[in-house]
């Protein structure tokens, strides 16, 4: 815990300008919790200072190379081109023992290929029959709907047209009428 402006592991370490101190010394008269601290911080050097000095073995470096160093196994997995190339090695592997190992095709001349397409042609004629039959007869359904629908246009259309046509010759029959009966009246005043 360090409530002061500077690290108090700088002042015990002695890193920190003597104007720094000041402060931090001023701070510690007044704050308990930094006095602790820095009380740890000298029970742990003159602990680390009680220890002896020992030198490492020399030949830890040799026996530690070996012990890090990746096995055989772990060299191969995690190299990508030697993990393609034994996959395509084993793809190999495989397509030649297949080609090896399949069974021999059978004889051509083994069995009578007459019979066997005459059977094949009496079974695809007997499984389309009710098949083609079925699909004529709704054919046949749809073409009479069809032509019925036509019919019943055609008939409203010949309607529409004779009502069209009849208005058409009454609007002339009116004009016309109406044509004599100008002309009539010229032809009296005169």
Same mark, same amino acid.
Not at 29 to 50: D, F, V
Not at 55 to 78: C, H, M, N, T, Y
Not at 84 to 111: E, K, T, W
Not at 176 to 188: E, I, K, N, Q
């Given at each position: 815990?360090? +409530?002061?402006?500077?690290?108090?592991?700088?002042?015990?370490?002695?890193?920190?300008?003597?104007?720094? +101190?000041?402060?931090?010394?001023?701070?510690?008269?007044? +704050? &308990?919790? +930094?006095?602790?601290?820095?009380?740890? !911080?000298?029970?742990?050097? =003159?602990?680390?200072?009680?220890?002896?000095?020992?030198? @490492?073995?020399?030949? $830890?470096? *040799?026996? =530690?190379?070996?012990?890090?160093? &990746? =096995?055989?196994?772990?060299?191969?997995?995690?190299?990508?081109?030697? !993990?393609?190339?034994?996959?395509?090695?084993?793809?190999?592997?495989?397509?030649?023992?297949?080609?090896?190992?399949? &069974?021999? &095709? @059978?004889? @051509?001349?083994?069995?009578?290929?007459?019979?066997? %397409? /005459?059977?094949?042609?009496?079974? #695809?004629?007997?499984?389309?029959?009710?098949? $083609?039959?079925?699909?004529?007869?709704?054919?046949?359904?749809?073409?009479?709907?069809?032509? /019925?629908?036509?019919?019943?246009?055609?008939? *409203?259309?010949?309607? /529409?047209?004779?009502?069209?046509?009849? %208005? /058409?010759?009454?609007?002339?029959?009116?004009?016309?009428?109406?044509?004599?009966?100008? =002309?009539?009246? !010229?032809? #009296?005043?005169?």
């Amino acid at each position: 815990m360090t +409530c002061s402006p500077y690290d108090l592991k700088d002042y015990f370490l002695d890193e920190l300008a003597a104007a720094a +101190c000041g402060l931090v010394e001023d701070h510690l008269k007044q +704050c &308990p919790g +930094c006095r602790e601290e820095l009380e740890r !911080l000298r029970l742990t050097r =003159s602990a680390l200072e009680a220890l002896r000095d020992e030198e @490492p073995p020399r030949r $830890i470096a *040799f026996v =530690s190379d070996k012990v890090l160093e &990746p =096995s055989w196994w772990q060299r191969f997995w995690q190299s990508g081109p030697r !993990l393609g190339f034994a996959a395509a090695a084993m793809l190999s592997v495989a397509i030649l023992v297949h080609a090896f190992a399949r &069974p021999a &095709p @059978p004889a @051509p001349g083994g069995r009578d290929t007459a019979a066997l %397409e /005459a059977r094949i042609s009496a079974e #695809v004629a007997q499984r389309l029959e009710p098949a $083609i039959a079925a699909a004529e007869a709704r054919q046949a359904q749809r073409a009479a709907q069809v032509v /019925a629908e036509t019919e019943r246009r055609l008939e *409203f259309d010949r309607r /529409a047209d004779r009502v069209a046509f009849e %208005e /058409a010759l009454t609007v002339l029959q009116k004009r016309f009428s109406v044509w004599l009966t100008a =002309s009539a009246d !010229l032809g #009296v005043r005169r």
